[in-house]
């Protein structure tokens, strides 16, 4: 889903797999494993998307960048 963010293009999340995927604005991808829905729908609901990312995500969780 596409949000209104500077830093972040777009916030998909995979209920099955508890799977959050974010594409930044810079076009990088990257897949955030383990992540509970509860801190999904906090991140969509966030003001400001960059900063949840940042206080909440970012090395919260494994990841993997993806193949653009």
């Keep these: 889903m596409d949000v209104d963010s500077t830093a972040i293009q ?3 999340y995979d209920t099955e797999r508890a799977k ?3 594409r930044f604005a810079s076009g990088e991808r ?3 494993v383990g992540v509970p829905v509860e801190v999904c ?3 969509m609901d966030a ?3 960059g900063g949840f990312f ?3 995500i970012r090395d919260q ?6 193949d653009a």
């Design 54 to 56: 940042q206080d909440e």
């Design 41 to 43: 729908r906090s991140f």
């Design 61 to 66: 969780y494994p990841y993997n960048r993806l």
């Design 30 to 32: 990257y897949v955030y």
């Design 47 to 49: 003001p400001s998307k």
């Design 20 to 22: 959050l995927l974010i």
């Design 10 to 12: 777009t916030i998909d």
